[in-house]
């Protein structure tokens, strides 16, 4: 397990230290910034439909072509490029080597790639709204036939730039994903055993390992489409007419592109949501003063959610018709993934209680968050059910869950991490009167546009419409729903300014950080310098003797051990027959 002691890639100009730079950290922020950049894309997408459905018809160049582009883009932008690239690319980079005590990346050159393959692949899907016909509007899950059938906005060019941007963002995602299993299971420092490793690591590590084996059935999904679009060949297209037209194809089967997007589709979603849970958990431990409850339970729920993400897919097309024996398994697998799932939220309040709260910024983020997630993750429940999720799997009340779990929850978790973070990352902390006012409007405001959805889905009104004049079964208090969920979106989105804004005055104009401001007692605080330098550790690697949550210890000095103090500091873990911890560790 040693890891060398030097490495060989100094950065020995501007460029080669912040532009073509092999140090994880400078990369970590690279991949950030172009997420986050991104990111504001697809908010201001979401605003846009947003006034459509809240005020219709007043917006001239939000037309019925336009709205489902927007929808298009900034679901996928949202999923894969802002959320899969911030915290496996940002999060992942950053805090693997400091957390695990490591100089870098283990392939430094490969971490470079990676950052600049995501930025390719960005590129091109940005390059699509400046295409002949514009982006593709087939809706973010591409399903064939319509995705390259004329009628549908953007068949022609915009599905392509789509296509080649999902596989170029893939290759990138391959290249991360190498790394940072391979940094985790060769380059931690000596002490470092698995079972030592911050729970922020575990997540990421189990969703990589996901990231491997999901994202090639959607490699092979895409370049199946973009045979069928460019070649005429038949792989999701079945003989049909369009337009009037018979087209050339025949034999193919739509079900087939479903079944591969969704085997990517769910594991995604803890690709988001593992990273998520490991950060909101070292969170809760440092911000509360108190050792996660049940770590060995939580990294065994982190495992097996990993696994069994794998066995639940086909419950996003019970609509589409399938044996009901597949329907019962699906809809039981869906049940079973939420015991480990319910584990984590039963550990995180059981550390919560009688612990000494700090209500920080990244704390008000992370209690948000466990409300957040535990009342998506109950709507998911109903649609887990087969008959239950018929009936609402066309309406809004889906949308609410989906972005209750996928999209509002994640992205607390991210404000969580950065403002938890910042300070290593710049050596200044962000302002925490502006922190907490970004907090309270964001929190606030993403309950008052999706509880609301749930009792629209509840009346029937139906998904992906761009207007709903004229349809009798939908009331009239529905559209004045409409419009007051269009005004507090309009807020919160103006509210992320602050965000940017904290961001951009506080990197330098911040209050200067103290080398470990939290008083955290996981490793990549205690490097000798913040922000740490390229090679993070100085002449020696660190030592680590504890695990990461040695907090509140009877009789310490303070009231946090870290990793890396000397045995007779105390504080070790017990394993499992209750003896202490070894202070040096082989792998385990």
């Not at 007043?58 to 883009?73: D, K, L, P, S």
Request: aromatic share 16%; with cysteine.
């Amino acid at each position: 397990m040693a890891y060398v002691q030097d490495t060989a890639h100094h950065p020995r100009s501007f460029w080669t230290q912040y532009v073509w730079s092999q140090d994880h950290k400078v990369i970590a922020v690279q991949y950030a910034c172009t997420a986050i950049t991104v990111g504001l894309v697809g908010l201001v997408l979401s605003n846009l439909m947003r006034l459509q459905l809240g005020f219709p018809g007043q917006f001239a160049f939000i037309n019925a072509e336009r709205y489902y582009q927007f929808v298009t883009m900034h679901g996928m932008i949202m999923v894969i490029y802002l959320l899969t690239a911030l915290f496996l690319g940002g999060f992942g980079n950053y805090l693997i080597p400091l957390m695990v005590g490591a100089r870098d990346m283990v392939f430094p050159y490969l971490n470079m790639l990676s950052f600049w393959v995501y930025l390719l692949s960005v590129l091109v899907l940005m390059a699509s709204f400046f295409v002949p016909g514009g982006p593709t509007g087939a809706g973010w899950t591409l399903y064939p036939p319509q995705a390259i059938l004329p009628g549908t906005p953007g068949h022609d060019w915009g599905i392509i730039t789509m296509l080649v941007s999902l596989l170029i963002f893939i290759v990138a995602t391959t290249m991360g994903g190498l790394n940072y299993v391979t940094t985790v299971l060769q380059a931690r420092c000596e002490g470092m055993t698995l079972l030592r490793m911050p729970l922020s690591v575990w997540g990421i590590f189990v969703a990589t390992i996901l990231a491997l084996l999901a994202f090639p059935a959607l490699f092979v999904s895409g370049v199946m489409m973009m045979l069928d679009k460019t070649l005429g060949t038949s792989f999701f297209m079945p003989a049909l007419v369009s337009m009037g037209q018979v087209s050339g194809h025949k034999g193919g089967s739509p079900l087939l592109f479903q079944h591969l997007f969704w085997f990517f589709g769910h594991p995604e979603v803890y690709i988001v949501a593992l990273p998520a849970f490991g950060v909101v958990s070292d969170l809760i431990s440092v911000h509360a003063r108190k050792a996660i409850f049940g770590y060995r339970m939580m990294v065994w729920a982190i495992v097996v959610i990993g696994g069994l993400s794998f066995i639940v897919w086909a419950h996003h097309m019970f609509v589409s018709g399938m044996n009901p024996w597949f329907g019962f398994f699906f809809a039981t697998s869906t049940l079973i993934i939420a015991v480990p799932t319910a584990i984590k939220v039963y550990n995180w309040v059981l550390t919560l209680w009688r612990g000494d709260i700090h209500l920080t910024v990244p704390m008000l983020f992370t209690l948000a968050f466990i409300l957040t997630f535990l009342a998506g993750g109950l709507t998911g429940l109903f649609l887990g059910n087969v008959s239950v999720d018929i009936p609402l799997s066309g309406t809004y009340f889906v949308v609410a869950h989906f972005h209750m779990v996928m999209g509002v929850a994640p992205l607390l978790v991210v404000f969580g991490g950065i403002y938890h973070w910042f300070p290593k990352v710049t050596g200044r902390m962000l302002d925490d009167r502006i922190g907490k006012l970004h907090f309270w409007i964001t929190f606030i405001g993403t309950y008052l546009i999706y509880f609301p959805m749930h009792y629209l889905g509840v009346l029937g009104m139906p998904r992906r419409y761009y207007n709903f004049d004229g349809y009798q079964f939908i009331p009239a208090s529905a559209q004045t729903l409409n419009t007051f969920i269009t005004v507090v979106a309009l807020v919160v989105g103006a509210a992320q300014l602050l965000f940017i804004f904290n961001l951009a005055w506080s990197t330098f104009r911040g209050r200067q950080a103290p080398p470990n401001p939290w008083r955290a007692a996981s490793l990549e605080w205690q490097t000798p310098a913040t922000p740490p330098p390229h090679g993070n550790w100085g002449p020696q690697l660190p030592v680590v003797y504890r695990w990461a949550y040695a907090y509140s210890v009877p009789d310490a000095p303070q009231d946090f051990i870290t990793q890396n103090a000397p045995p007779e500091a105390g504080g070790q873990e017990l394993e499992p027959h209750g003896n202490p911890g070894r202070t040096k560790g082989a792998v385990t």
